[in-house]
């Protein structure tokens, strides 16, 4: 039975990531603390339609030894959670990514792995992600590294690239090349996995002529927007400030320049969080001003806005593979928003409840 409205509960974790299983479920990753200090988690939740609730199904404590040092990812396609931990300096046997399967009603520990070699300074794996074909997981790190791995062999395309700040990655097959993005404040590389050698550097757009913007995510479009590069430019100013959706078509070969097509206007507050759902035909975002909305990839039109979805910043924001409805986080709390039957089908139209 589909959600009837939208269901906010409180936790005793500060959540730090949430994503949704193909079957439905959400899954969040945070710290809590307690006498013996911060301890790390893996929350999961049914979702109850009959009863509009979110039910608690399973958890995994996990060990820690900072509160802001979990990145988590669910598999597009299995039961699989990639999860990303941070590793104490100095430390060389430490491992910064764990492989888990969701499997009855617990969450079994299959693999750990070390994927950053630095052993010099500590270190968060602060971006975990799996590829939209589940093929690859991207790890991205606090001191500027970032690696590709094949999945489920866990075993990586090239050595970590020191690239500088991370913000956002994706990974896309294009002219029978893996591409992976990368986005940081000024810039987005795309990078030729096989090689780990750089195939163009977008600079930060101007806007208007006159205004200029950081990059705050990217997104590979896929399926109906596949062939198609989004990123959000953020721009504040004393003049203006709000966020656009920039948007690249990818050229016939490999090495061809991206040639630049929509801009669009989405929000008045710089945006927090970005997603996309799983057929490519819908992007999802938070903003600065706590609202949660939707934007049709193809029109960049926004088709839904919630105003005060949660009261502190938001920074996680995810929607499920139906495109029925969105999961959130900020601070404690957790919310599920179901999205009118109208926006799941793909039909374009605006609506802002109270």
Known sequence: MPLRKSIVATTDLSIYVVDVTPEGQVVTGGSSYDD???QNRIDVYDL????????????????????????????????IIAVGLSVPAPSSAGKDCKILDLTGSSIVPRLAVRIN???????????????????YLIAGFNDGKIAVLRYPSMTGLFPPLTI????DVDLQTHCGEEVLAVASPKTIRLI???TGAVIEVIESPMLNQTTAGTFAACRFGRHSSRGYLYAVVNVTSNH???????????????HSTLRKGKTASVTRSPITAFNMSSDGSLLTYAAEDN???VINASTLQPVYRLRNAHENPIFTITM?????????AAGNQLRVTPLPNTISKGNSFELIPN
Not at 122 to 133: L, P, V
């Open 36 to 38: 013996s200090g911060v």
């Open 48 to 79: 109850s339609g009959k009863g509009n609730k979110l039910v608690p199904y399973t958890s995994l404590s996990m060990e820690s030894f900072r509160s802001n040092d979990i990145s988590l990812a669910v598999h597009p396609s299995s039961s």
């Open 117 to 135: 070699s630095s052993s010099q300074s500590e270190y968060t794996q602060t971006i975990t992600r799996f590829s939209a074909s589940g093929k």
């Open 164 to 167: 500088g700040e991370i913000l």
């Open 192 to 194: 030729n996995v096989r």
């Open 240 to 254: 203006k400030s709000g966020a656009f959706i920039c948007l690249w078509q990818l050229g016939k070969r490999i």
């Open 291 to 293: 609202s949660i909305g």
């Open 320 to 328: 499920s593979s139906d495109n029925s409805f969105i999961a959130s």
